[in-house]
């Protein structure tokens, strides 16, 4: 399933991200070698205030930088908006052989393993659709123990909800316009995902105080963006860009105030996304390419695409990873590993084709064995913790079984007897396209179930109320966006506490940990 960006996000989408900073001493890049295009899309903007530019941090390698960790001064290469709003400066970026969660500012251990096991962008078999730019309802009282920035930031975000179009186009205007050499980044046609990047932006920053989610899902989005050739010296262009179009359509609560807390809000968000991309160049390329070996079309719009990368892919069941085709250059979407780690290295992918999906349609009408695609890094939470003995509660929806079925594999390969109980979910018997696969793992598995709930509806969660009880569960859920929200919905009314659930719908992570 052609899903798009968020979140989990993702989103992981063509040019999204940014920051401020170049990172001290950082590795040397690896070309792009994509065709440059120049120019802008829409006309350039000429009635908002000129935002004052934001320039980048010089490197800290300074004695007394590195020693006392104190902010260089504009002067001396220090950024901050010209007009300097109260407590805006902006701080200077630390080393990438150092990193520090910015949210909490304590030291933080660097990734071990390349596959990464934190929450992210969405993917084919269920993430959420891309967050929308409108604010969440929240309790008033879950206001108030909001940061000060979050506030500010909350405020501007339900002032610019009813024009979020409007913003979107002005943001693009005015980053194109000024800054045309960014449009290269882009894909050619940018109405397929014209509004990723802004709310993308928008989504982290407006969960600033959600530093167990957010801290993975920048991370994430750090590492992933490497693929598009991402430059440090890009970030401050995008940061200008947001705080130009949010001022413009925000002017009713838009001041000085406001001002700064975006400007640090963004800083923060930048530096997670810089340090992780740093760190990431040190170890892996930026994107793996990645031959067709196998096209196995199981119905007319479901394919099963198997691909051989380059050179060594690491990855955890349960993951997912971005893939570009030939044919829609700088398009990428998220698709999740079918199956567990194989011996031979060889990756497989379910794939539906979606109306007006790109990519999808790509993947299952044109391509064949001998084409090359392109494929960025794992990402995703949904992996199974082998240190316990908790059986798997796994609901799958349409090509969301690809993921529960490499879930499935990694515990066979452990070896550990423990409980999977699958709830496979369709429309129509038609739709239970890897029914036969799952029901040859239940013969040659004892300690699996599977159970294939066939609905016009699709209410799967409603069906897994009827068994359990689950209280020894862990949850896991990959489908559309409507049956996450209500999976979870329905895991938590059964007594799975929410830190059971797991997904990588980007959306529902957030608003679990809220």
């Keep these: 399933m052609d899903a798009p960006t968020t979140t989990s996000s993702d989103d992981d989408t063509s040019g999204e991200g940014g920051g401020w900073f170049t990172p001290r001493k950082p590795p040397k890049r690896q070309e792009d070698g994509e065709p440059q295009q120049t120019g802008a899309d829409g006309p350039g903007p000429t009635e908002a205030r000129r935002v004052a530019s934001i320039r980048p941090l010089a490197r800290p390698g300074s004695a007394t930088a590195e020693a006392t960790g104190a902010a260089p001064s504009t002067e001396s290469g220090g950024a901050a908006l010209a007009t300097e709003p109260p407590e805006g400066r902006i701080p200077a970026a630390r080393a990438a052989s150092e990193p520090t969660d910015v949210l909490t500012h304590a030291r933080v251990a660097p990734t071990e393993t390349r596959p990464d096991t934190g929450p992210a962008a969405q993917h084919n078999a269920g993430p959420a659709a891309q967050p929308d730019i409108r604010p969440e309802t929240r309790p008033a009282a879950q ?39 960014l449009r290269a980044l882009f894909p050619a046609a940018m109405d397929t995902q014209r509004d990723r990047l802004l709310k993308a932006l928008l989504t982290a920053a407006e969960h600033i105080d959600n530093t167990d989610v957010l801290v993975s899902y920048l991370k994430n989005l750090g590492r992933g963006h490497r693929k598009y050739g991402t430059q440090p010296e890009h970030y401050p262009a995008v940061g200008e860009a947001l705080i130009g179009s949010l001022s413009r359509y925000a002017s009713a609560v838009w001041d000085e105030e406001t001002e700064a807390a975006w400007v640090r809000t963004y800083t923060t968000i930048s530096q997670v996304m810089i340090d992780a991309a740093a760190e990431d160049e040190l170890r892996a390329p930026a994107w793996w390419f990645a031959e067709v070996v196998a096209h196995d079309l199981r119905t007319p719009d479901i394919a099963v695409v198997t691909v051989r990368p380059d050179q060594p892919y690491p990855f955890l069941a349960g993951q997912y990873t971005s893939l570009e085709t030939p044919w829609w250059p700088r398009i990428w979407r998220h698709y999740s590993f079918a199956s567990a780690p194989r011996s031979d290295g060889l990756l497989s992918f379910h794939v539906k084709a979606v109306p007006a999906g790109w990519v999808s349609n790509s993947l299952v009408h044109r391509a064949r064995p001998g084409d090359v695609l392109r494929l960025g890094p794992p990402s995703g939470s949904m992996t199974v913790d082998h240190t316990t003995d908790s059986g798997l509660l796994c609901l799958g929806g349409g090509t969301g079984i690809a993921p529960i079925k490499a879930l499935v594999e990694d515990v066979a390969e452990h070896g550990r ?30 300690w699996l179930a599977v159970r294939p709930v066939v609905d016009q509806r699709a209410q799967l969660p409603d069906a897994v109320r009827e068994y359990g009880p689950w209280n020894e569960y862990d949850a896991y859920l990959s489908g559309p966006p409507g049956m996450i929200r209500s999976g979870v919905d329905a895991l938590r009314d059964v007594g799975i506490p929410a830190g059971r659930i797991r997904h990588d719908s980007v959306e529902e992570l957030v608003a679990a940990a809220t």
């Design 143 to 181: 206001v108030e123990t909001r940061s000060p920035d979050a506030v500010l930031v909350q405020r501007t975000m339900a002032e610019i909800g009813p024009v979020s179009d409007k913003v979107t186009s002005y943001f693009y205007a005015l980053l194109f316009t000024r800054h045309p050499d």
């Design 417 to 446: 007897r423990r409980p999977v109980e699958v709830f496979y979910g369709a429309r129509t018997d038609h739709d239970l396209y890897d029914i036969d696969t799952m029901l040859r793992l239940q013969q040659t598995h004892p």
